[in-house]
């Protein structure tokens, strides 16, 4: 669809733009300042308004964060039906969000609301970077490892929710990741060596190792067993709960991903899952990446290598055991 609107003149401030897969736009401000600027709503994942709130903030505010700056500034989109619904579940919103806001030092100046049949929620955002020292999801070098800062299985979770097949302490993990800020995680990777960033989110794992894949000229791998899960992951999959976004994934990426003969469907489906505030993915070189794993341990955040950056070969990504 983008393909067929009319080419934008070129403008050289435009750092990153729509031309990339990239999770956020950079335009340069002065010789020493850009701005991050990124969008993201979404209709309710969880019954809880205040939960919700959390979540959609936490999962916009991520791209920032993916592209190594520093959030300052969001508006709030807003489609609600208030006359439905009144205006206390709204407020529950937006105060949760406002919550993830003030966390990440960021402020909230205002927003758009429209009256709207189904709930949606999201955040405009506009963080700083310096001009030189941004990260995108190309770059990724041969001999790089690949690690992962939250687990997988938010998607297959949240839809064991709805169908009320979740415990409540499953419940209360996904959650809890969902509305964890990549803030600690994007700060501490400010002292290493990163050659490519991205945070997991709509096209799953293997999606967005994908774009990183493409965009780098180069083909990863990764070890399945290494990947940390959800609890109640796996169970579920092999009960067929998986998002219509995960398995349409996993058809996008079925010319682009090779999986090792002992990967189950459910296993592909879990790394194809489609989700909601994910964590970073990054691709550094190995010496640093333990170090990377241990200070990100002293911040409560469990990070782990789950592949490695090959060659390009014929398949952008392979999925060992």
């Known amino acids: ?19 990339s897969s990239d999770d956020g736009g950079i335009y340069q401000l002065t010789d020493d300042l850009a701005m991050v600027q990124t969008v993201d709503y979404f209709t309710p994942i969880v019954d809880d308004p205040y939960q919700f709130g959390q979540i959609a903030a936490a999962n916009a505010l991520s791209d920032v964060y993916a592209m190594g700056g520093t959030p300052k500034t969001v508006l709030n989109i807003v ?4 006359k439905k619904l009144g205006s206390e579940i709204l407020t529950d919103i937006l105060s949760g969000a406002q919550n993830k806001v003030i966390e990440a030092g960021a402020v909230t100046v205002g927003g758009h ?9 999201g955040l405009s955002v506009t963080g700083i970077v310096h001009p ?7 770059g990724a070098k041969e001999g790089d490892v690949m690690v992962l800062t939250k687990p997988l299985g938010v998607g297959i979770l949240t839809t064991g929710i709805k169908r ?12 809890e990741v969902m509305s964890m800020l990549n803030k600690s995680a994007a700060e501490v990777l400010q002292d290493f060596h990163p050659h490519a960033v991205t945070d997991v989110t709509g096209f799953g794992l293997m999606g967005h190792a994908f774009e990183m894949a493409k965009g780098s000229d180069v083909s990863i791998e990764f070890s399945y067993s290494s990947i940390p899960l959800l609890e109640g ?3 579920l999959a092999a009960k067929g709960v ?10 996008w990426l079925e010319d682009k ?6 990967i189950t469907m459910e296993d592909q489906w879990i790394v194809c899952d489609a989700i909601t505030s994910g964590g970073l993915l990054v691709s550094l070189p190995e010496g640093e990446a333990e170090k990377y794993i241990e200070v990100l341990g002293l911040h409560s955040i469990s990070a782990r290598i789950i592949g490695r950056v090959l060659t390009k070969q014929k398949w952008s990504i392979l999925v060992e055991k």
């Open 242 to 251: 998986i998002p219509g976004g995960s398995k349409a994934n996993h058809h």
């Open 132 to 138: 030189k020292k941004y990260w995108t999801n190309k």
């Open 164 to 175: 009320k097949m979740v415990s409540a302490d499953q419940e209360k993990d996904v959650i």
């Open 79 to 82: 489609g609600f039906p208030i």
């Open 257 to 262: 991903v090779h999986y090792d003969p002992s």
């Open 1 to 19: 669809m983008l393909r067929q609107l009319p080419p934008q003149p070129f403008n050289e401030a435009l750092l990153v733009g729509s031309e």
């Open 113 to 121: 609301s429209i009256d709207d049949q189904e709930p949606k929620f």
């Open 233 to 235: 992951t796996k169970e």
